[in-house]
């Protein structure tokens, strides 16, 4: 019984194979203030770039990634010879473009067959609040077949790790933030909730103060035409995942003319209310977590944690209820509820991770919560010094500024009532509780998609995705305008990774020959 979908419903961006949504080495750490005044925003996230106006061709110098983490925070014993990393200067508030500047830092790995290169394929690999940077170094061996063809870029977007990364307060804060039991017992309990809730909230003022009006995905597409120019491309060929499609969508929207050979794997739809994404949202999860139940008991005696469906969920269900009433105990840490649901959100990304979560479970329900932690941590970017990646800073940070949306707590009450009907244990106010108290206004920029006018976008999404639901994927084909749709019927959170060879035929087949996928295909999974 838990809500765990209040602040990570998509912070994960690629399935749990890679294991690669940490965050980078932190920002500049910018001081409180800024522009805040008052508790109000003298100047919110500001215009952007026309799409129409030239965008200056800053340049980027290559040099070693001295730098890179894996996702337990641990520096690579080689450093990969292959990759590149550099910095490109972006304007801090485009409605200043010769104002203060940021850096966004960017990462590649060049063509291996440089003699039939196509040129740079971008990557956003999600969140938002992802790395690209560390995700890239991991993830590039999964992309071998583009790599062949392409230079393979990545890079942090603003306010994410290297990238003026956000950070709301100190380790302490955040982890009282993620402990937080998710479904209070009585009043007394919902208080405390706001109250760390807001505890982090103006932390994030008081260390990024300055830096929050500028974070959203308008302004980060905006960064990623700069970078376009910079690699030297006329038009942007890119790779968007989860959050990725997002500023993909975005983008196309305001450069449609920039727009090269586009795929949106497990799309968002920008468009939904708060209130319309948490409980698609729930659906979703809901859907994934009875679907590894089922697959669990399908081997009885295999299954830890129950012999068939409705006993394995009871069982889970009272590992949750023990978990609220009294944590368990993990070295020197408390395996809270709201912990344990965040860790059984984390495997429910991929399918390949379902029997980790089976053995997870089971041993937690023994005393054992190791390994439920352990996924949890690897979700909200926790280290193992107990220092966190900007992961869960910059996530509320983008999220609350890319919509003008503030839920009143009568709101958050009633959405909270009807997700809870639909999941006991995904059921909860969302991304709502905490944008009702951010303290910079947002805006719905980024929320309206007509990419009218660009080359066809292929959008992939799977009907078995728990945190972008398959329904997203023909919504935001049809807003794109632009848009074709490739269905993928199978379970977790990304279709090219999934290993099904027609979504990866179809996605190869678009990005390096340019053969747009006839409408309607239907990818089954095999």
Not at 196 to 209: D, L, P, R, W
Not at 371 to 383: C, F, K, M, P, T
Not at 425 to 443: E, H, N, T
Not at 489 to 512: N, P, T, W
């Amino acid at each position: 019984m838990a809500r765990i979908l209040r602040v990570a419903a998509t912070v994960t961006a690629l399935s749990t194979v890679l294991s690669a949504c940490g965050g980078g080495t932190g920002g500049d750490g910018a001081g409180g203030g800024g522009t805040v005044e008052g508790g109000a925003v003298s100047d919110t996230s500001g215009p952007v770039a026309s799409p129409t106006t030239a965008t200056p061709a800053e340049t980027i110098a290559w040099g070693p990634c001295t730098d890179i983490k894996r996702p337990g925070g641990e520096t690579p014993s080689k450093q990969d010879t292959a990759q590149q990393c550099g910095r490109l200067k972006v304007p801090l508030d485009y409605a200043r473009p010769d104002g203060e500047s940021i850096e966004i830092a960017v990462i590649r790995v060049k063509a291996t067959d440089p003699g039939r290169r196509i040129g740079s394929l971008v990557f956003n690999f999600g969140g938002p609040g992802a790395s690209g940077v560390d995700t890239m170094s991991q993830a590039a061996k999964a992309f071998t077949t583009l790599n062949s063809r392409y230079d393979l870029v990545s890079f942090d977007p603003r306010g994410v790790g290297r990238s003026a990364g956000v950070r709301c307060g100190d380790s302490a804060v955040i982890e009282r933030f993620t402990a937080m039991d998710t479904l209070p017992a009585n009043e007394a309990e919902r208080a405390r909730s706001r109250e760390t809730t807001k505890e982090f909230v103006t932390a994030c003022q008081q260390t990024s103060g300055r830096l929050l009006p500028y974070i959203g995905t308008v302004n980060a597409a905006a960064d990623m035409d700069r970078l376009r120019a910079a690699l030297g491309e006329k038009q942007l060929d890119y790779f968007g995942i989860s959050y990725g499609t997002q500023l993909g969508a975005v983008y196309a929207t305001r450069f449609p003319k920039n727009v090269g050979r586009f795929v949106l794997d497990a799309p968002l739809d920008p468009s939904v209310t708060l209130a319309t994404r948490t409980m698609v949202q729930t659906k979703g999860f809901q859907h994934a977590y009875e679907a590894f139940l089922k697959d669990c008991v399908k081997q009885p005696r295999e299954c830890e944690i129950g012999s068939d469906a409705t006993i394995a969920d009871k069982n889970v269900m009272k590992l949750m209820d023990e978990l609220n009433d009294k944590p368990l105990k993990v070295g020197k840490r408390l395996l809270t509820q709201g912990l344990a649901g965040t860790g059984i959100a984390a495997a429910l990304y991929s399918k390949m991770t379902w029997p980790l979560l089976d053995q997870a479970l089971s041993q937690a329900a023994k005393g054992d919560g190791r390994i439920l932690l352990a996924l949890s941590d690897s979700y909200s970017g926790r280290q193992p010094d107990g220092s966190y990646t900007t992961l869960m800073s910059s996530f509320p940070a983008i999220s609350c500024v890319d919509t003008a949306e503030r839920p009143t707590p009568e709101q958050l009450n009633a959405l909270e009532d009807e997700t809870l009907k639909v999941s006991p244990l995904f059921g909860g106010a969302g991304m709502g509780l905490i944008c009702s108290m951010w303290p910079v206004p947002g805006s719905d920029e980024a929320r309206r998609i007509n990419a009218t006018g660009s080359a066809p976008i292929l959008v992939v999404g799977g009907t078995g995705d728990p945190a972008t639901p398959y329904e997203w994927a023909p919504k935001l084909t049809a807003e794109l305008r632009t848009g074709v749709l490739v269905t993928y019927k199978g379970e977790g959170h990304g279709a090219y990774l999934s290993g099904d060879a027609c979504v990866k035929k179809a996605i190869d087949a678009y990005l390096i020959d340019g053969k747009v996928p006839d409408r309607g295909v239907v990818c089954t999974g095999s």
